[in-house]
């Protein structure tokens, strides 16, 4: 290292010499070394995945809590059931898995594993009181459901103790296929119009309709069936029918159809919407032709989605249009059952053989509503690009 000095200067009379300027050496480059009898790394998880070795402490730490809320509910504490020790389970557990987390980490990983198993245990909560349901219902109403004419004939002349082989859900499966079919024809154009109002059009009006459709979204289904009755049956004298059973389902499904609408079309891009009012179309041309092909998928799942709601109403029905045996075709000629009619008689009923059908057309009835949502699901799906070579 050499030091080398610079000329004096003379500034104001004074003379000031400047720093020694310091020659630093070249910097070299060193390759790494490969060790070609050293072991292969070992592959490293990926981000947000745990090791080996926390897969273990977390199975360990719950392990190891079920056995000490075994000992302290069923041979310590008098607090015998399975409830108690779900309840000492998810309570110890949460606390081991805090005490070996700790024991090795940080305290923003012992809060992580704390709230990893909050969540996991709410979802499995969740995911066994469905499968719970699906199950004891299904169990209690299988043995109809072996039998054909459940889903082909009616009640008519079926006694509450006559055998599984005579009767069936046909009528009521029909009415709820015509009462459907009607609410369809008035919520479908009304629930889209009033999604293309409050997105295309806007306005303070539109603020007022969006204000109102959110209220309606949480509006209990007795009060919908207690509109319909006292405006179309009390007020105009119309008779307790399958219209005004349709009518109080359209009320229901109306908001979750027009809230639906509203967010798929926000979801489409005003690029497309500027393109064509830029080659000259109408704002009507533009909702037509480019906004609603282009949201048609989200459209149907709104679709689907309020059919499912309104496919499971039994208030609004058995406000507006009672119970019948027999085939109804005629939706204004009289009182035509449906699927959540048929499931409240026959469960209100003191006889197991009507109980049985009961569980039997609730089982029907979830298989309906399970496969309406899978449609939904399917035809929410985008498509999948073709992958390019």
Not at 34 to 62: I, Y
Not at 162 to 179: K, L, Q, T
Not at 202 to 227: D, K, N
């Amino acid at each position: 290292m050499t030091t080398t000095r610079v000329p004096t200067t003379r500034v104001d009379g004074r003379t000031h010499e400047a720093e020694p300027v310091v020659a630093r050496p070249r910097a070299t480059t060193h390759l790494p070394t490969r060790d070609l009898d050293a072991a292969p790394p070992a592959p490293r998880p990926g981000l947000g995945k745990p090791t080996a070795e926390e897969r273990f402490a977390t199975v360990g730490s719950w392990v190891s809590a079920f056995a000490l809320a075994w000992l302290v509910t069923q041979r310590i504490l008098p607090l015998g059931g399975p409830a108690w020790l779900l309840v000492v389970w998810f309570v110890l557990g949460l606390l081991m898995s805090a005490v070996t987390t700790s024991m090795s980490g940080r305290r923003v990983d012992v809060v992580d594993r704390v709230v990893a198993g909050v969540v996991t245990s709410g979802a499995l909560v969740v995911g066994a009181a469905l499968v719970s349901t699906v199950v004891f219902v299904v169990y209690r109403g299988w043995e109809p459901l072996l039998h054909l004419n459940f889903f082909v004939d009616d009640m008519a002349g079926v006694g509450p103790r006559d055998p599984f082989d005579r009767g069936g859900i046909g009528h009521a499966i029909v009415g709820s296929a015509i009462e459907l079919g009607i609410a369809i024809a008035v919520t479908l154009p009304l629930g889209i119009g009033t999604a293309v109002f409050m997105t295309e059009v806007g306005g303070r009006f539109a603020v007022v309709v969006r204000t109102i459709v959110e209220a309606m979204t949480a509006l209990p289904s007795i009060v919908a069936g207690l509109f319909v009755y006292t405006v179309l049956i009390v007020a105009l004298g119309f008779p307790r029918s399958g219209f005004a059973a349709a009518m109080a389902l359209s009320v229901m499904m109306l908001p979750i159809i027009a809230r639906a609408a509203d967010v798929v079309l926000r979801v489409v891009p005003g690029g497309l919407r500027e393109a064509s009012l830029a080659l000259g179309a109408s704002r009507w041309r533009t909702v037509w032709h480019v906004v609603l092909p282009t949201a048609r998928p989200g459209l149907a799942t709104a679709l689907i989605l309020g059919v499912a709601r309104g496919v499971g109403e039994t208030s609004p029905v058995l406000l507006t249009s009672g119970v019948a045996t027999f085939f109804v075709t005629n939706p204004t000629d009289g009182v035509m059952n449906s699927l959540p009619l048929f499931i409240f008689k026959g469960a209100r009923s003191p006889e197991p053989m009507d109980i049985e059908r009961a569980f039997a057309a609730a089982t029907v009835l979830l298989v309906l509503v399970l496969v309406l949502f899978v449609i939904a699901r399917l035809v929410a799906r985008p498509p999948h690009s073709r992958s390019s070579r």
